[in-house]
Structure formats: C-alpha cells, structure tokens
C-alpha cells in the first residue's frame, strides 16, 4: 500500500491510506542509507498482524527544513494588513524563500477587518504586476476563506508569515474539524508526551496543511548572486533583453529590468527589496 506520512511520535509513523491511519515503524535499513522518513513522505508500506512496516520511501518532491516535512507543494504567506503593518520587504523575502523552496506562493493578506479601501487599493496596486495571487482574508471571523480552501485539494500547504500576523488563527480555522481527529490518535497511543514534538499534516479538502509555521522571517537566502533574479518571477520577461548576459540587473547599462522599472511596468519597490537582497548575498558570498 502507498499512503502519506502525516505524523511521527518516537519512532512510530502514522501513514494515512486513503480514509484510514495505520501506525508503522520504519524498517531498519533507512538508518544504513541514511535517510529517515519524514512527515510528508509517502511510502510504501506493508501490515502484518495489525502492524505496519514503511518498506520504501518514494523519491521527494522538496524537503524544507523548516519546518522539517517532504513534498510541500504551496505556501499561503500571511501578512497583516494592519497591526503589525504591512512590511513588504519583509514580505519580499518570505516569497523569495517560496521560490527557493519550489513553494507556489499565494499571499494572504490577513486582518481586513482593519483595513479600509485606501490600503486594499495600495495592495491591490502592489501586487498586480508581480504575477503573485493574492486575498485578503479575516482569518479570525472567517472571511475570505473559500478561496484559500479551493487551492487545498492534492497540495500540501504551509503557513508562513511573520509574528503577530495571524497564522496560527488561520491554521486553526483552516484546519478545525480535522485536528480533534488527528488529537485522537495520540490520545489512544498514549505516546509522545516526553518527547519533541514534530509537526504534524493535518487532512483538509482533499490536500494537507502543516500544523506548524514556515521559515522564519531571519532565515537566510542562500544562493548565489546569478540564482537570486530568477526567484523574482516578473523578471522573467526581460531578462533576455539586457545588453550583458549574466546581467545583474544592477549597476550595468541597457538593462532591460531596469528600464522596466522605469516605466512603471515592474514594481519599484520590489526591484528595491531585490537590490537590498542582492547585497546579502554578494556580502556573504564574500567570506565563503
Ligand atoms: N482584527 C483581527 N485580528 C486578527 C485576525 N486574525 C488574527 N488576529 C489576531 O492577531 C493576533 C496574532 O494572531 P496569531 O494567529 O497568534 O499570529 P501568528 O503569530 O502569526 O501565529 C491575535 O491576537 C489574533 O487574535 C483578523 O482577521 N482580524
Ligand atoms: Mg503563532
Ligand atoms: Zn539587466
């Protein structure tokens, strides 16, 4: 049978087939290849007397770190609107750590209930020409929330975002049936009480979530100087339009984003952030 890793307690992991979730331990060979199975995984597994065995770990699609699950395919990046204001740097980063990741990144722009028409116009504006889907939402009483489950089916979808953003609101309401299920299980294990807890895929509409935040707003964009303009999608368009190959977009001359920058057609200020990122990465690149 092939199911999902969607939980690990101590050494035992519980693989969703279908409707129904069967404790299994992981054969002894993983720890000579030196690969551990992961929350996300899916694995083949076989069950004698009532006990399941993972046989095989089937290849990742990605693996993030943080937190530490296979095969996550989308992240929904949740900022407020308000209180904490909006950082669209900050913001920047978060989708530029997607794009690293090979994450779809749908932004959540979460508080509307604290906005008025002048900020959704200025967000609306932001992110019309980068490419992005964006909505605004309420995680706390609920708005908005239809076009966030319509993206769940067959995704595995992170939360990330800032402090005080409101992920873990919207985890919560995104998630609130399911998790009193996945509760029972640990219940009736009665394991897992002294030990680090993991995160955890919680089923939703045909997809996961990840019980736990994404990233962290200090995580470091390590790549090389050449990668960074490829994980800003609307670059994509005028790359081949600079006068140098390799162009960095940065100081040469007949630069094609630049020019679009200019006209308005590419965002000033996600050129900004791009600049800003750009010397990270030169900087660090430096003392490597
Ligand atoms: N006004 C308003 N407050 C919200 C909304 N969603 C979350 N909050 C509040 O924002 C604060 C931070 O939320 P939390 O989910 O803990 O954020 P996290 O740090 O990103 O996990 C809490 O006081 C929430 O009640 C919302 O839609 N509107
Ligand atoms: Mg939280
Ligand atoms: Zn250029």
Do not use: W
């Not at 993991?198 to 509409?205: F, G, T």
């Not at 964009?221 to 994980?231: D, G, R, S, V």
Request: hydrophobic fraction near 35%; charged fraction near 25%; glycine fraction near 8%.
């Amino acid at each position: 049978m092939i199911g999902t890793i969607i939980k690990g307690i101590a050494g035992f992991y519980y693989v969703k087939v279908e409707e129904e979730i069967i404790e299994c331990k992981a054969r002894g060979k993983f720890r000579f290849d030196e690969l551990t199975p992961l929350v996300g995984d899916r694995v083949e597994i076989t069950v004698k007397n009532n006990k399941g065995v993972i046989d095989k770990i089937l290849p990742r699609s990605s693996e993030l770190i943080r937190p530490n699950v296979a095969n996550v395919t989308q992240a929904f990046v949740v900022f407020a609107v308000k209180s904490p204001d909006i950082n669209f740097e900050l913001l920047n980063r978060f989708l530029v750590l997607c794009e690293m990741n090979n994450l779809k990144a749908i932004v959540c722009i979460n508080k509307k209930d604290l906005a008025g028409v002048e900020e959704q116009d200025l967000i609306e504006s932001y992110f019309k020409s980068t490419g992005y889907e964006y909505y605004y939402i309420g995680a706390k009483s609920g708005i908005g929330l239809e076009d966030l489950y319509n993206h769940l089916p067959d995704n595995v979808t992170v939360v990330c975002g800032p402090s005080g953003a409101g992920k873990s609101t919207l985890i919560n309401k995104l998630c609130r049936s399911e998790v009193m299920q996945t509760g029972e299980i640990s219940e009736k294990s009665s394991r897992g009480k002294h030990t680090t807890r993991h995160s955890e895929l919680i089923p939703v509409q045909g997809g996961y979530i990840v019980d736990t935040p994404g990233f962290s707003s200090l995580e470091m964009i390590n790549i090389t100087k050449e990668e960074l303009q490829h994980l800003f999608p609307e670059f994509e368009d005028y790359k081949y339009d600079c006068k140098f190959r390799g162009c960095l977009h940065f100081k040469e001359p007949n630069c094609a984003v630049k020019g679009a920058v200019e006209n308005g057609i590419i965002n000033e200020d996600r050129y900004k952030s791009y600049l800003s990122i750009l010397d990270e990465v030169m900087k660090i690149k430096l003392y490597d």
